[in-house]
């Protein structure tokens, strides 16, 4: 059985940082993807950030100044560090997982999302 946990979103100050994991479970011996997707109420979502199953890391052109990716591909778990934050950061981010090779557990080719972590940045 497949989980996606969400952590640490939470209220910061224009201008600070944060760091947001992603645990996965249910992945072992499958190869998957992960990957920090964000919105807004009123707006669609939003790639932010991932990695693919070969672990090579994409990141958004809006915030790859200031966001960056890493995988801890042994726990399944996703970060997300973002620097400079700023009010349009503001945003429930959630995490997305996809097994891409493996047995029957893996669930190739389906998506499983978290519930989400809130990201709010005020002055």
């Known amino acids: 059985q497949i989980g996606v946990v969400e952590s640490g979103g939470e209220t910061v100050q224009i201008g600070g940082s944060l760091q947001l994991t992603c645990q996965a479970s249910?992945?072992?011996?499958?190869?998957?993807?992960m990957a920090w997707y964000r919105q807004v109420p009123g707006k669609e979502r939003e790639f932010v950030a991932g990695v693919d199953s070969n672990s090579v890391p994409t990141v958004a052109d809006s915030v790859k100044d200031r966001f960056t990716v890493s995988q801890d591909h042994a726990q399944m778990t996703l970060y997300l560090n973002m620097d400079n934050l700023k009010p349009e950061d503001t945003a429930t981010y959630s995490c997305?997982?996809?097994?891409?090779?493996?047995?029957?557990?893996?669930?190739?080719?389906?998506?499983?999302w978290g519930q989400g972590t809130q990201v709010t940045v005020s002055s």
């Open positions: 997305k997982t996809k097994g891409t090779y493996g047995g029957a557990w893996c669930h190739m080719g389906r998506d499983f």
């Open positions: 249910g992945y072992t011996y499958c190869s998957y993807e």
